[in-house]
Nanobody, 123 residues
Framework: QVQPVESGGRLVQAGDSLSISCAASRRTFSRYTVAWFRQAPGRERAFVAATSWSGSHFADSVQGRFSISRDNAEKTVYLQMNNLKPEDTAIYFC??????????????????WGQGTQVTVSS
């Protein structure tokens, strides 16, 4: 059982950078596929980025602005967000799975979810 815990979300201005974190207690977290999804008000949850054995994956809307990294010793995955835009405003959720999955972009592929952290970008 893994319980991801997100942190670091806050209010920032357009053009700013922000790093949010996803931490888990399980030592084998380094073997998990970990993804970030986001949900804006009135919209469905959407894939943002993922890190897996095959590398890093990004949604087109954040490609070139966001990066994802792991600190296996700290059992933490980070989402670095640069050049933030008001349309990046959302609750950001961390999701994880130990299973071998197909498309990392599907929310159905993930077994464990955090409670989310709010990122607000003002114009």
């Amino acid at each position: 059982q893994v319980q991801p815990v997100e942190s670091g979300g806050r209010l920032v201005q357009a053009g700013d950078s922000l790093s949010i974190s996803c931490a888990a207690s399980r030592r084998t977290f380094s073997r998990y596929t970990v993804a970030w999804f986001r949900q804006a008000p009135g919209r469905e949850r959407a894939f943002v980025a993922a890190t897996s054995w095959s590398g890093s994956h990004f949604a087109d809307s954040v490609q070139g602005r966001f990066s994802i990294s792991r600190d296996n010793a700290e059992k933490t995955v980070y989402l670095q967000m640069n050049n933030l835009k008001p349309e990046d405003t959302a609750i950001y959720f961390c999701a994880a799975t130990a299973r071998s999955i197909g498309p990392v972009t599907s929310s159905d592929a993930y077994d464990y979810w955090g409670q989310g952290t709010q990122v607000t970008v003002s114009s």
